[in-house]
């Protein structure tokens, strides 16, 4: 559907309606939000409306994706340590006097590298399946059309590699600025390491990071829309950071200001979620702590020690999870926003069409009039 066929979204047509001596009636609010544009209470209502009503899809998509990155990381792990197994004994316990050989030392370094590789790939593929299941449940939310868990777990994966992608290239572009710091200012270190103080070598390392640091936070505010225009729109990783950076032009300081605002919030949220279990965790070490201390067998201690690390890590994953959740909401209820001003998205969402604005054809000329023969003449 283009956007010209989007009731109003070239202004419409004819003037404003009369209601009387009343006032406008509210705005149609078929799902979370108001089809009007969203103030900053609009956007952390909606994100806690879609979290409250759609908690057990997102958690259930969660779940799953944790499930798989452990075993993928088990595996992962051990792989590498199969892999350079041979050499962890001539390392990590040579003989008395010797060091390490470099033939042992280099294949554990690039064990260890790959290794890291690879869990950072997979870190990024779990958050971006977990971030588009959010996406997609308020993708639904919004316009107020039901869901169900196996609709967002399909459309999570379907379109988590593209997500994966945008993630990437923007945190790319957003990282930048700073990898030219370091890249001008590594070679400089290296040649000046033996004449200069060691102090003096940071201090243009600190003023290029602090000039690098404001540009990198604009790239990131400029292309954060890019996973909504992902799963909102279909789009592909380039097209989604074009969209983005449209979007948010003209408007970057309240993007910034209500992204701020959401990401202190889900921080606030996420440690409050966290502290129970930590505190309960530090409270199952005590008994730990006085058995070992009696010299009672270390069973119960050890038991106690799982348990404390146990609940810990799931005090994380869930905060993890809740911030990452919430700040996706947040980001694509901010793209809802700025189409619904830009637009006309909000007469879209009531007509049944959500697809990307396309532009309008292009005039045909208009068909010239048949011209009419004069009489002829007799001769």
Known sequence: ??????????????????????????PPQPGVIPLRPLSLGDIVTGSFSTFRLHWKRMAGVALLVQAALVLATGLVVA????????????????????????????????????????????????????????LAVLKEAVSGSPTTFGAVRRAAFRRAPAVAGAMFLSSLVAGLPVFAVLAVWAPLAVATASEAAPGALLVPLVLGLLAAFPVAVWLSVRFGMAPAAVVMEDAGPVAALRRSAALVRGDWWRVFGITLVGAMLAGAIGYAIQLPFNLIGTFALVPAMAVAEEGVSPAGAITMLVVAVLLTLVGAIAGQLFQVGFMQLV?????????????????????????????????????????????????
Do not use: K, N
């Not at 419409?12 to 509210?26: E, L, T, V």
């Not at 003989?95 to 370094?109: I, S």
């Open 331 to 379: 980001a694509g209820l901010l793209y809802v926003d700025r189409r619904i001003r830009r637009e006309g998205l909000a007469e879209a969402l009531l007509a049944g069409h959500t697809g990307p604005p396309a532009a309008p054809p292009a005039p045909t000329a208009a068909p010239e009039p048949p011209q009419q023969e004069g009489p002829q003449d007799s001769r």
């Open 79 to 134: 792989a590498a340590v199969a892999a350079v197994f041979p050499h962890l004994e001539p390392v990590f316990d040579p003989p008395f006097g010797e060091t390490p050989a470099r033939e042992h030392v280099v294949p554990l370094l690039v064990a260890a590298a790959v290794m890291l590789v690879a869990l950072i790939v997979l870190g990024m593929l779990g958050m971006a399946v977990i971030s588009t299941a959010c």
């Open 1 to 26: 559907m283009t956007q010209s066929s989007w009731p109003g979204a070239h202004g419409g047509g004819g003037g404003a309606p009369h209601w009387g001596g009343w006032g406008p009636p509210p």
